[in-house]
């Protein structure tokens, strides 16, 4: 199993938290159900973004372009930059890998030029 899609799966348990508040182990548990085995950091990424939820939002409000803030983003890129901070507190991931794998989740689940915001935001964080 690759660590690009549990990854993914980190994202979607986030996104749908984001959108529902269902418990966070339920989320995780459906999320990553089709894998026999699943590597903890992961799980740690979604239980660290959830659990760290308004103190990323902070940061990323005081490096997100001016007239933006996190509030108004759309729940795939706040899963995203949410995931990308808890990967940047847990300091087990090169940053540049983390940034590049949340580029690549938004160019595939975003608009066209969200990850150009991704990018911009993660490099300074």
Not at 8 to 18: D, I, S, T
Request: glycine share 4%; with cysteine; aromatic share 12%.
């Amino acid at each position: 199993m690759k660590r690009h899609e549990q990854r993914e799966k980190a994202m979607f348990a986030v996104y749908q938290y984001l959108l529902i508040h269902r418990d966070i182990e339920e989320l995780i548990e459906d999320c990553f159900s089709e894998f026999e085995e699943v590597d903890p950091y992961f799980t740690d990424i979604v239980h660290k973004a959830v659990d760290n939820e308004e103190r990323y939002a902070g940061y990323i409000d005081t490096v997100i372009k001016k007239g933006w803030k996190f509030s108004r983003l759309g729940c795939i890129e706040k899963a995203i930059l949410l995931n990308g901070c808890a990967e940047f507190d847990l300091k087990q991931v090169n940053a540049a890998v983390i940034i590049d794998e949340s580029i690549r989740m938004a160019k595939k689940y975003c608009d066209k030029d969200t990850y150009k915001l991704i990018n911009s935001v993660l490099d300074v964080i």
